[in-house]
């Protein structure tokens, strides 16, 4: 037996939740879909490839006060930023799912960054199995199913006009909705299809490719937009910078990237990865050689949206099967 | 480290500061709550990250040894925002610091071998709790050959303490500047020269080299000419960092984080990164 919601009951759920507490769910806004912080459930998609950026704002925000700094007669206190609103986060595709747990991996290991945690700690996530794959995902080839159940807090997966809830947490549990959930027969549908990448051994091989001159060659068309790390789900990479306005400091946190240049510019000029080059070999290294050296996972989901948004079509598929290609090489 | 919240700093005040080269400052700071002061030790090599509420915060190393007090100190050199409103700053004003961070010299390691300094410009600022330490724990140690260079004798920048260090048994101060003045009577060599005519040995030795990336280059080609071994040579990098815990993956430079796995490291284990800086 499984247990199912259909869609109508569904959207009853959430517009029960949006009462409760913070609701992020797709949404549309400028003819994409978007994560958006629901108001009404009836604005919400459900039929969807994925959303065009992915899910990691939410939880490392684009911009964030980490503390602000509290002068009272002439004392300083530091006032962290604190997460105190719990949070429904609907929607989110296995692939996403597993790019936060990718996050997690740096943010959470002790120290735990408190500020990520909270956020983290607030907020459930509910997951929707994807019916249709997008024409840049590759998840397969990254180790995820389509419906990939780990990493959330709850599964929907889609059958004619109804939902299999599948509970996968504590905290999912408990936010079920007992009421409009009924048992079922119903079987899950097939998974679907997917291009495969050849991932098989990349980890391995990357070490050996360090030097070549493919890196640079690839990088020369690269604009240095960052769109890449920008709508990347697994790009964690941060900045910290103080602001004063008028007399109020804040310490902010923003995201950064490994492209931009002068990522790596030391105070005095000096920049060991002063090339367009050597800051995109260190984007491909970082996700499929580093990453998995100290957290045992590759560091790309294969949501594919780094291939869809690149302007100049540099393409992750497409460089994991010429490093496969110059790997083979140089061991001939 | 505050373990509860890791960016947030403990506040401090700045005790004290001092003009130790017309660019570079010798800043005292005390930590505010004494529980935090009592817990916050260190050893040679590691670093703290500095606040100056409203314009930032950035790495530096620490200068003192924690056994001789409670006092951090921090040698800063004026070259960005965050240095220069530390620069600005009188005593009293209340800073932040972040901390301690990253590895450091394993002088337990080194015990019994003699140690040969090599530091250049405001390179010396990590090696100056080293030459401390060793000069605390003299009998622990064979010689000590310090050779500090600077572009001008104005910058050398750890001056005051030059009596001490030349002074004490079985050490040996060697200065050398880029170009001299009309008092100066020392050398006007570079620091890789100064190594290849001085000929520190090799055997039993360990050398301990910071400073601008070409004094490094040409530096560890002398010490490999005079036969010491990449295990033998030891050096502090110096990398952009922001978060000082290994997450903002600023300072990644292949599989390492600097701020975590060093700034220590041999050249044994800079050898075997892939990327060259």
């Given at each position: 037996?499984?247990?199912?919601?259909?869609?109508?009951?569904?959207?009853?759920?959430?517009?029960?939740?949006?009462?409760?507490?913070?609701?992020?769910?797709?949404?549309?806004?400028?003819?994409?879909?978007?994560?958006?912080?629901?108001?009404?459930?009836?604005?919400?998609?459900?039929?969807?490839?994925?959303?065009?950026?992915?899910?990691?704002?939410?939880?490392?925000?684009?911009?964030?006060?980490?503390?602000?700094?509290?002068?009272?007669?002439?004392?300083?206190?530091?006032?962290?930023?604190?997460?105190?609103?719990?949070?429904?986060?609907?929607?989110?595709?296995?692939?996403?799912?597993?790019?936060?747990?990718?996050?997690?991996?740096?943010?959470?290991?002790?120290?735990?960054?408190?500020?990520?945690?909270?956020?983290?700690?607030?907020?459930?996530?509910?997951?929707?199995?994807?019916?249709?794959?997008?024409?840049?995902?590759?998840?397969?080839?990254?180790?995820?199913?389509?419906?990939?159940?780990?990493?959330?807090?709850?599964?929907?997966?889609?059958?004619?006009?109804?939902?299999?809830v599948q509970a996968i947490t504590e905290k999912g549990k408990a936010l079920l909705p007992?009421?409009?959930?009924?048992?079922?027969?119903?079987?899950?549908?097939?998974?679907?299809?997917?291009?495969?990448?050849?991932?098989?051994?990349?980890?391995?091989?990357?070490?050996?490719?360090?030097?070549?001159?493919?890196?640079?060659?690839?990088?020369?068309?690269?604009?240095?937009?960052?769109?890449?790390?920008?709508?990347?789900?697994?790009?964690?990479?941060?900045?910290?910078?103080?602001?004063?306005?008028?007399?109020?400091?804040?310490?902010?946190?923003?995201?950064?990237?490994?492209?931009?240049?002068?990522?790596?510019?030391?105070?005095?000029?000096?920049?060991?990865?002063?090339?367009?080059?050597?800051?995109?070999?260190?984007?491909?290294?970082?996700?499929?050689?580093?990453?998995?050296?100290?957290?045992?996972?590759?560091?790309?989901?294969?949501?594919?949206?780094?291939?869809?948004?690149?302007?100049?079509?540099?393409?992750?598929?497409?460089?994991?099967?010429?490093?496969?290609?110059?790997?083979?090489?140089?061991?001939? | 480290?505050?373990?509860?919240?890791?960016?947030?700093?403990?506040?401090?005040?700045?005790?004290?500061?001092?003009?130790?080269?017309?660019?570079?400052?010798?800043?005292?700071?005390?930590?505010?709550?004494?529980?935090?002061?009592?817990?916050?030790?260190?050893?040679?090599?590691?670093?703290?990250?500095?606040?100056?509420?409203?314009?930032?915060?950035?790495?530096?190393?620490?200068?003192?040894?924690?056994?001789?007090?409670?006092?951090?100190?921090?040698?800063?050199?004026?070259?960005?925002?965050?240095?220069?409103?530390?620069?600005?700053?009188?005593?009293?004003?209340?800073?932040?610091?972040?901390?301690?961070?990253?590895?450091?010299?394993?002088?337990?390691?080194?015990?019994?071998?003699?140690?040969?300094?090599?530091?250049?410009?405001?390179?010396?600022?990590?090696?100056?709790?080293?030459?401390?330490?060793?000069?605390?724990?003299?009998?622990?140690?064979?010689?000590?050959?310090?050779?500090?260079?600077?572009?001008?004798?104005?910058?050398?920048?750890?001056?005051?303490?030059?009596?001490?260090?030349?002074?004490?048994?079985?050490?040996?101060?060697?200065?050398?500047?880029?170009?001299?003045?009309?008092?100066?009577?020392?050398?006007?060599?570079?620091?890789?020269?100064?190594?290849?005519?001085?000929?520190?040995?090799?055997?039993?030795?360990?050398?301990?080299?910071?400073?601008?990336?070409?004094?490094?280059?040409?530096?560890?080609?002398?010490?490999?000419?005079?036969?010491?071994?990449?295990?033998?040579?030891?050096?502090?990098?110096?990398?952009?960092?922001?978060?000082?815990?290994?997450?903002?993956?600023?300072?990644?430079?292949?599989?390492?984080?600097?701020?975590?796995?060093?700034?220590?490291?041999?050249?044994?284990?800079?050898?075997?990164?892939?990327?060259?800086?």
């Amino acid at each position: 037996m499984t247990q199912i919601i259909s869609r109508k009951d569904l959207l009853s759920w959430l517009e029960r939740l949006i009462g409760e507490r913070i609701v992020i769910a797709p949404a549309r806004s400028n003819g994409m879909v978007l994560f958006q912080r629901a108001s009404r459930a009836e604005d919400i998609v459900l039929d969807f490839d994925n959303t065009a950026l992915s899910p990691k704002e939410s939880f490392l925000p684009l911009s964030e006060a980490l503390f602000t700094v509290d002068k009272e007669n002439g004392n300083i206190k530091l006032m962290p930023t604190t997460v105190d609103e719990e949070t429904v986060f609907f929607g989110i595709r296995p692939c996403d799912a597993r790019g936060m747990a990718l996050i997690d991996a740096p943010l959470l290991a002790a120290p735990a960054d408190a500020l990520y945690q909270q956020h983290r700690a607030r907020t459930t996530l509910i997951g929707l199995a994807c019916s249709q794959a997008g024409p840049e995902c590759f998840c397969t080839s990254m180790g995820i199913a389509p419906d990939d159940p780990s990493n959330v807090d709850i599964m929907l997966t889609k059958v004619d006009d109804s939902y299999i809830v599948q509970a996968i947490t504590e905290k999912g549990k408990a936010l079920l909705p007992s009421d409009l959930i009924a048992e079922s027969e119903v079987m899950p549908p097939p998974a679907p299809s997917l291009q495969a990448v050849l991932t098989e051994g990349i980890v391995e091989v990357m070490p050996g490719v360090f030097e070549a001159p493919y890196w640079s060659r690839l990088a020369d068309r690269c604009l240095h937009c960052n769109i890449c790390a920008y709508v990347c789900p697994t790009c964690y990479c941060f900045d910290i910078r103080d602001y004063i306005d008028e007399g109020s400091i804040e310490r902010v946190r923003s995201w950064e990237s490994c492209q931009s240049p002068g990522f790596t510019r030391l105070a005095g000029g000096y920049d060991p990865r002063s090339t367009k080059g050597a800051r995109l070999r260190q984007r491909f290294y970082h996700k499929l050689s580093y990453f998995p050296e100290h957290f045992g996972l590759i560091g790309c989901v294969g949501c594919g949206r780094c291939v869809r948004y690149c302007p100049v079509n540099i393409d992750i598929r497409e460089v994991i099967s010429d490093i496969q290609k110059l790997g083979a090489q140089s061991e001939c | 480290m505050n373990a509860e919240n890791p960016f947030i700093p403990y506040l401090a005040t700045l005790l004290s500061t001092a003009d130790l080269t017309p660019d570079t400052k010798f800043l005292t700071v005390e930590l505010d709550d004494p529980d935090v002061r009592d817990r916050f030790d260190y050893k040679p090599g590691q670093f703290a990250i500095l606040s100056a509420f409203g314009l930032g915060e950035a790495p530096f190393c620490l200068v003192s040894v924690s056994y001789r007090g409670r006092q951090l100190e921090f040698a800063v050199r004026r070259i960005g925002t965050v240095t220069n409103a530390l620069h600005e700053l009188e005593p009293g004003a209340k800073v932040g610091v972040r901390g301690p961070f990253g590895n450091y010299f394993s002088l337990e390691q080194y015990k019994g071998s003699n140690i040969i300094i090599i530091g250049g410009g405001i390179g010396m600022a990590p090696l100056r709790p080293v030459i401390n330490f060793i000069l605390d724990h003299r009998a622990d140690y064979g010689d000590l050959l310090i050779i500090n260079g600077a572009r001008t004798p104005q910058d050398l920048v750890f001056a005051p303490e030059f009596a001490t260090w030349a002074q004490a048994p079985g050490s040996r101060l060697e200065l050398t500047v880029d170009r001299g003045d009309a008092d100066w009577t020392g050398r006007e060599a570079l620091v890789p020269d100064v190594v290849k005519e001085l000929k520190p040995s090799a055997e039993n030795a360990i050398a301990i080299t910071c400073g601008p990336p070409i004094m490094i280059r040409f530096t560890l080609i002398r010490l490999k000419e005079l036969g010491f071994t990449d295990s033998q040579i030891v050096t502090t990098l110096e990398m952009k960092m922001k978060c000082g815990l290994g997450k903002c993956a600023r300072c990644n430079v292949g599989d390492k984080y600097i701020c975590q796995d060093g700034p220590v490291f041999t050249l044994e284990q800079i050898s075997k990164f892939m990327e060259q800086f």
